[in-house]
């Protein structure tokens, strides 16, 4: 077993740095991050940062850098308030991918990188076409952070855009058969295979299975 | 295609809302979260909540829920300051779903759920000694989210635990060698089988596979 510490970490080779600390975590929820400028003109960027902060009511955390180009997308959301979050599937995932490159401003990914827009009623940012499960949010709290000049920017879901079969009876999207990949690191993704669901957990009662068919 | 709506989602029966927002992020990153209080009391619980928050200086988030017996968990952080991610594997899995488990305070879930503890030098809080990848935290910053009563803790990386096999050439952890699980959901549990790892994205340029084994 090696023991990295604080002192080793720092010292590490930049690039090697953020591979290591990128993945540490384990696998990272991975959507595509779409917005729409007061201007009309729209952006999408991949992320692995967006996290469950509450179910009532129903928020989201997503972080945002300031090094990585996601000005367009910071500047959108905080003048329409609005975003959405779409999953990615392994049949256009390197599209999903080449969203993270630089292009410039007023360039649309969507355009360049192939991916449909997709809109809805009572809501101006636009979702992936091509998703199989997508949310609709709108901002209600900006929270930066001094420590490294990110922004967390947490969202209520205001609409969720989906076919009734990705839905399990007890409300959890069967996110197998709605074919979400996951990411570890800053480029290494992945098709999750069901390992199992387990009941709700009680002290006194041995952990178990789900009698669900999912 | 169906559009679940605001006024809908907020009528949907509490544990199928529950079950639904929790799952529509898509896969999450799972760990389990340990501390000690200044008694010597250890506590471990299951986590779905981690993000990476950045690479320099190195950044975790992780959101803590007032609701779900998390308490002993926060009262360690905040007075030892200090705290543990370990990763989950399939073949005991079910343990650490156990720990999710609302046992009385002063009861340790390692001892209860069978995982072993493990210390190292200059470190209070104790790692699981069964996972593959450990992380090693020290608290930064507590903020408070005043819409749902959660809490973000943000911590520092101060120590990484595991095998060096574990690691790759450029520093992304081999999470499939390391055996990590993923959430989706309250207690959906996955095994992630690898897709692919991509280049670098630059405008004009295909988005392609990187050369590496892994």
Redesign the interface.
């Known amino acids: 077993?090696?023991?990295?510490?604080?002192e080793q970490?720092?010292k590490?080779e930049?690039?090697?740095?953020?591979?290591?600390?990128?993945?540490?975590?384990?696998?990272?929820?991975?959507?595509l991050l779409g917005t729409i400028s007061n201007e009309g003109i729209t952006n999408l960027c991949i992320i692995?940062?967006?996290?469950?902060?509450?179910?009532?009511?129903?928020?989201?955390?997503i972080?945002i850098?300031p090094e990585r180009a996601h000005n367009d997308t910071l500047t959108n959301i905080k003048s329409t308030g609005q975003y959405t979050?779409n999953?990615v599937l392994?049949e256009w995932?390197?599209?999903a991918?080449?969203?993270?490159?630089?292009?410039?401003s007023g360039?649309s990914e969507f355009d360049?990188c192939g991916l449909k827009k997709l809109y809805?009623d009572?809501f101006k940012a636009p979702f992936v076409g091509q998703s199989t499960?997508r949310?609709g949010l709108e901002l209600?709290?900006v929270?930066d952070?001094d420590?490294?000049g990110?922004t967390?920017l947490?969202g209520?879901?205001?609409?969720?855009?989906?076919?009734?079969a990705m839905?399990t009876e007890?409300?959890?999207?069967d996110?197998?058969k709605a074919q979400?990949?996951?990411v570890?690191?800053?480029?290494?993704?992945?098709?999750?295979?069901?390992?199992?669901?387990?009941?709700?957990?009680?002290?006194g009662?041995e952990?178990?299975e789900?009698s669900t068919s999912?």
Do not use: W
């Open positions: 077993m090696i023991n990295i510490k604080s970490i720092c590490l930049k690039q090697y740095r953020r591979s290591l600390i990128n993945s540490l975590v384990g696998y990272k929820s991975l959507n692995s940062s967006a996290f469950h902060l509450g179910a009532d009511p129903p928020l989201l955390g972080v850098r979050l999953n392994p995932y390197m599209q991918h080449q969203t993270s490159a630089s292009y410039s360039v360049t809805t009572r499960i949310i209600r709290e929270i952070i420590i490294n990110t967390i947490i209520e879901i205001i609409q969720i855009l989906t076919d009734d839905i007890d409300g959890t999207i996110h197998v979400t990949m996951t570890a690191g800053l480029d290494a993704y992945f098709l999750p295979q069901s390992v199992g669901r387990l009941a709700y957990a009680k002290p009662i952990p178990h789900l999912y």
